[in-house]
């Protein structure tokens, strides 16, 4: 079975689960939970770069979020119509996961609010470029004629952003009914309401990654040394 090793919860792991779930493939989430379970994956052999998430898939073992993703668009022929559709989709999966970092980041910040302004900020810059995108092409999808990973790698940032801001896509119309559209794939929407998909990530999830890579925690939490080895 497709097998997908990373922390116990969504962080750069949760666009390969939505672009397998797109696909529906079945797949098990492996959640490496201990410094000895780390240290036990990287003497595998199967993390190239020591870095997770790892996708075991078809005999191959996949490491690198973005080269995973596009392997899946083309399982499942996500990457456009033609070589001009394949090089959007490559620039909006690009800009889509800078657009994404705020919300990767949100459950580190010291405060909510200093989430929601990180959120805010990096939405002004971004969503009207992709608004615009949308505008443009004019067909529901931000490529071409049919939803690409592009569209799925933003729809899925979008959700992220969504969690914390519910009413962030009030003044976007096109990025609103792009994610509607989005959720509503079969595969995704089986996935969107699966116990495979882990919940918002909190403090625990912040705490549970600190723990396993061993280094400190953000410092507006108590003890946050406590996981850094003296040695």
Not at 212 to 226: K, T
């Amino acid at each position: 079975m497709t097998k997908l090793h990373y922390f116990k919860g969504r962080g750069r792991a949760e666009t390969t689960r939505w672009m397998l779930a797109v696909n529906q493939i079945e797949f098990e989430n492996v959640p490496v939970e201990t410094p000895k379970a780390l240290a036990a994956l990287r003497a595998s052999g199967k993390l190239p770069f020591d870095q997770m998430p790892l996708l075991e898939i078809n005999g191959l073992n996949l490491s690198q979020s973005s080269a995973t993703i596009r392997y899946l668009a083309r399982l499942g022929r996500f990457y456009g119509e033609s070589d001009n559709e394949a090089l959007w989709c490559d620039m909006i999966a690009g800009a889509a996961a800078d657009f994404a970092e705020a919300a990767m980041l949100a459950a580190f910040q010291p405060t909510r609010e200093a989430a929601i302004a990180g959120l805010e900020t990096r939405f002004a810059k971004f969503a009207p470029k992709f608004e615009q995108r949308l505008s443009d092409v004019n067909s529901g999808f931000i490529v071409g004629r049919t939803v690409t990973f592009a569209d799925i790698v933003l729809a899925e940032a979008l959700s992220s952003y969504l969690e914390w801001c519910p009413d962030i896509l009030k003044q976007t119309p096109h990025l609103s009914a792009l994610f509607e559209q989005v959720t509503q794939e079969p595969g995704l929407k089986s996935y969107l309401g699966s116990s495979s998909r882990y919940p918002m990530a909190g403090e625990n999830y912040v705490i549970d990654v600190a723990r396993v890579l061993q280094r400190a925690l953000p410092p507006h939490m108590p003890d946050a040394n406590r996981f850094v080895s003296s040695l």
